[in-house]
């Protein structure tokens, strides 16, 4: 499939057991939404130092708001409506781009570390509390 930036074609791979697309030059990610939440619930990864906390920071801003109305709009690759930006699990701070028909969601370059990043510490944190 074509990427919905318009980069040209995506490759088609395996990640934490999820089919997923990635643009090789955007390097953003088409897959489904039932996929997406099974890849974040699987996020074990222990990341780098420093990610941890440039993904808390860029997240911690982003709670309350919604998707930004100025970004490009993208089309859906199977019904080539519009997605909508969805602040995922409502308070992530991560703005993922979602097909209302359920086709699949986009995630930006960077986005889809960030949300299993988010999340998990969000469930260490309420474990701890
Ligand atoms: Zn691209
Ligand atoms: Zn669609």
Avoid at 15 to 30: N, Q, R
Avoid at 45 to 74: K, M
Wanted: hydrophobic content about 40%; overall charge negative; some cysteine.
């Amino acid at each position: 499939m074509k990427c919905l930036n318009g980069c040209g074609s995506m490759e088609n791979t395996l990640y934490k057991g999820a089919e997923i697309d990635v643009c090789s030059s955007c390097l953003g990610v088409w897959l489904d939404e039932t996929e997406l939440a099974d890849i974040v619930a699987a996020a074990d990864d222990r990341w780098p130092p420093g990610v941890v906390e440039w993904a808390l920071a860029r997240t911690e801003h982003r709670v309350a708001e919604p998707a930004n109305e100025s970004e490009q709009q993208l089309e859906c690759p199977s019904c080539a409506s519009a997605l909508h930006g969805v602040n995922y699990q409502g308070d992530s701070g991560v703005i993922i781009k979602t097909c209302l028909r359920r086709h699949g969601v986009w995630l930006d370059r960077g986005e889809l570390a960030t949300l299993q990043i988010v999340v998990r510490h969000r469930h260490f944190e309420l474990e701890t509390a």
